[in-house]
């Protein structure tokens, strides 16, 4: 594991500053301790206390600080009150605890001039993920990426998973050889969570139904959906289907097979910022190029995309 680790870690510049953002579990630990051992030395470990588990959090705190400390690098933390802005918002754990840590890394990108946040998900995290959007209705197999940007109040942050391709199994081997001391959440193994079922119970379930492991096998088809996805993103010129004001062109775009059609949505929608992009939203939005069918179907974060004189724009 430790070879295929430096292969993938030599993909990042590691002259540049970057964060690492450690939960003090197993596997945000590991990734410290092995970008330590690589050679990575400009790191600044970032901890965010959610403050849900009240002296477990805390703890969690001052371990991961103690282990920057250890380790000669700077730390930086935030607290914030997941539950409060849980109630507040009426948004779920997952979609609210997500939210926050991209906002304190954001703030501490900018606080250090960091080229971004290095993340300990690893293939089985993968997997999940896959599945999870998938139920959720996303518009194909959608995953994490090696390396995205998210958009945090106009500030782009670097996410980069380096683990991305590592096993759970290799990950648990490699703490217990070398007895890598973590923090174990104990809220992890509690069914409170769609992720946490999906973990804990799906895909054990899965292995047992099909007497193999899954988890490869959903990673290789989302990777031959992102493929397909690159290959017609690539071939396809979205700026030849617009007009001067960047409106679609619905002769030229009718002309187009359904499933370049629904690629042209997906890629107008994404490139103006619309979030939560998922199969059914895109074929509402196919809906409205048929004159019989009304001319306008909202989008998430309250806009519209409106057909009019033979155009599709977002307003």
């Excluded at 769609?194 to 989302?222: C, F, T």
């Amino acid at each position: 594991m430790i070879k295929r680790i430096q292969n993938l870690l030599e993909r990042i510049d590691s002259s540049q500053r970057w964060l690492v953002g450690v939960s003090g579990g197993r596997d945000s630990v590991l990734l410290l301790e092995l970008l330590v051992r690589v050679g990575f030395t400009d790191l600044v470990v970032v901890h965010v206390n959610h403050l849900l588990r009240g002296e477990a959090s805390d703890s969690d705190e001052v371990f991961v600080k103690d282990l920057a400390a250890r380790c000669g690098i700077e730390f930086y933390v935030e607290s914030v009150d997941v539950q409060a802005l849980m109630n507040s918002e009426k948004k779920g754990l997952e979609l609210v605890a997500r939210e926050v840590r991209h906002a304190v890394y954001s703030r501490a990108q900018q606080k250090y001039n960091a080229e971004g946040v290095l993340l300990g998900h690893h293939a089985d995290d993968q997997a999940e993920t896959i599945l999870f959007n998938l139920m959720r209705g996303s518009n194909g197999l959608k995953g994490m990426s090696f390396e995205n940007s998210v958009a945090i109040d106009g500030v782009d942050l670097k996410l980069v998973r380096p683990m991305l391709e590592i096993r759970r199994s290799e990950i648990d081997a490699y703490v217990e050889k070398y007895v890598v001391e973590y923090r174990e959440d104990a809220s992890n193994a509690e069914a409170f969570t769609a992720r946490n079922r999906l973990r804990n119970e799906v895909m054990p379930l899965l292995k047992e139904v099909m007497q193999r492991e899954v988890v490869p096998a959903i990673n290789g088809a989302a990777e031959v959906s992102r493929e397909q996805s690159d290959f017609i993103e690539r071939e396809l010129d979205l700026d030849k289907l617009l007009d001067p004001q960047g409106r679609v062109f619905l002769p030229a775009f009718i002309e187009l097979d359904t499933v370049i059609q629904r690629s042209v949505i997906f890629a107008y929608l994404r490139r103006h910022g619309v979030a939560d992009l998922s199969r059914d939203l895109v074929s509402t939005c196919l809906r409205i190029c048929d004159t019989a069918s009304a001319a306008k179907c909202n989008l998430p974060g309250g806009r519209w995309l409106r057909r009019k004189e033979q155009r599709l724009f977002i307003e």
